[in-house]
């Protein structure tokens, strides 16, 4: 079984091209994966996805470069997310214990970082011709984890 946190890696997910190359590199990864290794991470993905969908981590504002400050769309967050999963192993532990360091991930451009959830899945669809069924995974939509948005 592969390991998910192997074939994330880390990024320092300081811009857009530093997604762009993790991203490229996960692909790559994922492409000489079974359709079974594939679903498997597809489903640890989900799990990490929801276990940081939380009103501490949502509610950090996104800072244009002008200073202003915005909430985070559902979207966004989930985007955000991502982008932390990308920056590797160590610095998702970190927010998942202590929510140091989110704010990161929130800036505009790590919304690039969308795309890992869709890489699996399309080598998925690559090697059998049929999609991915990920029902029954945890949900990655923001306000899923129950007991993230406790008060």
């Keep these: 079984m ?10 320092s997910v300081q811009d857009e091209s530093e997604i762009d190359s993790a991203l490229e590199r996960i692909s790559g990864q994922l492409s000489v994966m079974t359709p079974d290794a594939l679903t498997r ?22 800072v244009l470069a002008n200073g202003l400050k915005l909430p985070q769309t559902s979207d966004h967050f989930l985007y955000a997310r991502c982008a932390c999963i990308l920056a590797g192993e160590r610095a998702y532990g970190d927010v998942l214990s202590s929510g140091v360091g ?4 929130v800036a505009p451009f790590a919304q690039e970082a969308e795309g890992l959830l869709y890489l699996a899945s399309e080598q998925y669809e690559r090697k059998t ?3 991915m069924n990920v029902e029954g995974y945890f949900s990655i939509e923001s306000r899923s984890n129950i007991q993230g948005w406790v008060d």
């Design 2 to 11: 592969t390991d998910f946190w192997k074939v994330i890696g880390s990024s």
């Design 41 to 62: 991470f597809v489903e640890r993905l989900r799990e990490s996805l929801y276990r940081i969908d939380r009103r501490d981590l949502a509610e950090v504002p996104v």
């Design 102 to 105: 989110f704010d990161r991930f």
């Design 129 to 131: 011709a049929s999609r």
